[in-house]
């Protein structure tokens, strides 16, 4: 007999805004599409416009009434994420659903994003700070639920304080799972605040467990020629329905942290199978570099100081 498909319901989103990070392939693709189903108004910000336009075409195959809008932003950019959020601030339309998915991941030698950060550490984690701080006067207007997608590689590793920016040594892998580490923190410390200062606004965390996605895929701009070995090993046990995902069960996680009205703030959502590298979502216990409130308040200041930005109320 075959195996029933994963899925979750989701409830309706008629109404509701939704600005989503990475949305123009992989697991942002499945997660844009189904919140687009749902009736959310969905915004893609995204660095490429050719390559947002034939998301939207993707996902209105699927959805043809869909309500997406591109928007222009290079999270490796402060100066883009800026005019990104400082045009979604003129629209004044308030933000219901934040979930800060985008990300690189392990170029082979240590490079930097145009304001001098180590490229994970800038686009994964401080690339979203900046956002978030930005995008803030919506999100509180809208009581916005704001999801981060982190990785089972967070499940390890630390945060070098000492060495934020690899400048002293550099580990490709290391240096991913502190990018995903201080944004898992950021997150958790982000519904902390809101509630001690009465923002409105609640924050989880998810992660998509394993699949084929492009995160490592070749990639000239991160000096990778060729796909890694891993992800042909990846796309082969997804094509088998062996132990990873596929970026449609993928994107479930992300999806049931967002929107079910079960999903609890602070926690962390992922795939239940073993090793949670694929499987039905579910809340599963934080990591262990996730745990300390004092990481993560040392984290929210000094990122704040990062991108020289103060989120209101603070």
Do not use: C
């Not at 094509?239 to 602070?266: F, H």
């Amino acid at each position: 007999m075959a195996r029933r498909p994963l899925d979750i319901t989701l409830p309706s989103l008629t109404g509701r805004r939704a600005v989503l990070t990475g949305g123009s392939d992989g697991i942002g693709l499945q997660i844009a599409t189904r919140l687009a189903a749902a009736g959310a108004h969905v915004v893609l910000p995204v660095r490429n416009p050719d390559k947002g336009a034939k998301a939207i075409a993707t996902i209105k195959e699927t959805v043809p009434a869909a309500d997406v809008t591109l928007g222009r932003l290079d999270l490796s950019s402060l100066e883009s994420v800026a005019a990104f959020t400082q045009a979604q601030r003129d629209g004044g339309q308030p933000i219901h659903l934040l979930i800060n998915n985008a990300g690189v991941m392990t170029p082979p030698q240590r490079q930097t994003t145009i304001d001098g950060f180590e490229v994970q550490f800038g686009t994964n984690h401080l690339g979203h700070v900046a956002l978030i701080a930005g995008l803030m006067p919506l999100l509180r207007q809208g009581r916005a639920q704001v999801t981060s997608q982190v990785s089972i590689a967070a499940a390890s590793g630390h945060i070098d304080w000492d060495d934020l920016n690899a400048e002293h040594s550099y580990d490709a892998m290391a240096s991913y799972r502190q990018s995903k580490i201080a944004l898992g923190l950021f997150g958790l410390e982000l519904q902390r605040r809101s509630v001690a200062h009465g923002w409105g606004i609640t924050s989880n965390l998810s992660h998509p467990g394993v699949a084929p996605t492009n995160l490592l895929a070749a990639r000239a701009d991160l000096g990778r020629a060729e796909e890694t070995p891993s992800r042909r090993m990846i796309a082969w046990l997804s094509a088998r329905g062996i132990l990873v995902g596929t970026p449609r069960t993928a994107a479930l996680p992300a999806l049931l942290a967002t929107t079910s009205p079960t999903a609890r703030p602070d926690a962390l959502y992922g795939p239940s199978g073993p090793g949670h590298a694929g499987g039905a979502p579910a809340e599963q216990a934080l990591y262990r570099p996730l745990r300390s409130p004092e990481d993560a308040a040392r984290i929210w200041t000094v990122s704040q100081e990062l991108v020289e930005l103060q989120i209101a109320n603070d």
